[in-house]
């Protein structure tokens, strides 16, 4: 199995491809993954999401630094992932931060799957506060596996 | 949507029904998320796995604490998500940790697909060493989404 680092562009391409990835926060030294729902702004840079105000959001209000990692895995020797490390910013619902609600909302409304969490209860019925956030993008990596085509005892 | 919490042997049927998760270390408050293949030990706890000696593992190395998430997403209304916080132990080539080798060796011939990554090269064909690491868990939690059938508007 030969490993490809992916380029940027195609980096881009997978992030628009779907809209599911794992996104991973820490605190104190503990990570913490929860998958989501992502909307990828590819115009003019960054990851767009909305959750419930629980553990997630709570961690990373108090530590900005995540990642996003999406992957496409179809066996063990054709994968591919691409991670993100980025910055957690929360869009307030506030004036000034109208435009980039707005940006939201249009990036989510694009999606096949239009997940809003606030309509998600849990068991017991309770409703959660649903926050708005985007994750800047710092640096992303990509890699690709695929077969050795001459080597295949490999 | 009603989400529900996994019980304890909910989660473990669903670290059984799959080898692909995603792990997560952190360096300096910065979380990193790989997918990995894995081999959950249901008799006497614990995770195995195989990786080359990269940046998950000198993390790993550095801070012991590890996230590791399995999912099972079929849409917006129903998927499934185990959470584990453990610690990486990394299993060394000496005679003290034969049996723990030995062990994650047997769990390892147990996958339907056996992946060792130390078949993987990087495109310049450059090999890299192998480490075998346990995840010891320390909690787990998981969740289950599923429609809430009396309330379709939802």
């Known amino acids: ?14 992030l628009q491809r779907t809209n ?32 419930t105000v629980g553990q997630k959001v709570q961690w990373m209000r108090e530590n900005l630094l ?19 490390f980025g910055r957690y910013e929360e869009i307030q619902d506030s004036p000034k931060e109208a435009e980039a609600r707005q940006r939201a909302q249009t990036l989510f409304e694009r999606r096949s799957e239009w997940w809003l969490p606030a309509a998600a209860k849990v068991a017991s019925r309770e409703r959660h506060a649903v926050v708005v956030y985007r994750i800047h993008i710092d640096r992303i990596t990509g890699r690709r596996a695929a077969r050795d085509v001459g080597r295949a005892a490999d």
């Open 66 to 84: 995540v990642c996003l990692e999406v992957d496409d895995i179809h066996d063990k020797n054709h994968w591919q992932t691409v991670v993100i």
């Open 20 to 51: 599911i990835g794992r996104l991973g926060c820490s605190k104190d030294g503990q990570p913490y993954i929860v998958p989501i729902l992502f909307s990828f702004d590819r115009e003019r840079g960054g990851v767009y999401g909305l959750s």
């Open 1 to 14: 199995m030969l490993i490809h680092e992916l380029t940027p562009m195609q980096c881009a391409d997978a």
